[in-house]
């Protein structure tokens, strides 16, 4: 199976608004996933908020690692 990567930016004004979003995004991907594809959320960045506190990374999956995704990016989808 193949695998590609999307990046979102997504501006919110509330951690209320953001918890939203995020179920909101999470169904999206269950909807969409079938025998042929399988999406799922890896990774959630925090940028650099208004207030310049700093960039955090937190993995949803625990057992994905960013070894992992360094994998998945060098895969060439032939395995």
Known sequence: MKTKYVTVK???????TWDITLQEVEEI??????????????NIEQGINQDSSKLSLSFL????????????????GQN
């Open 29 to 42: 991907f269950q909807m969409m996933n079938n025998l042929k594809r399988n999406a799922s959320i890896i």
């Open 10 to 16: 997504v501006n919110y004004d509330t951690e209320e």
């Open 61 to 76: 999956n625990q057992d994905y690692s960013e070894k992992d995704m360094e994998e998945d990016y060098y895969d060439d």
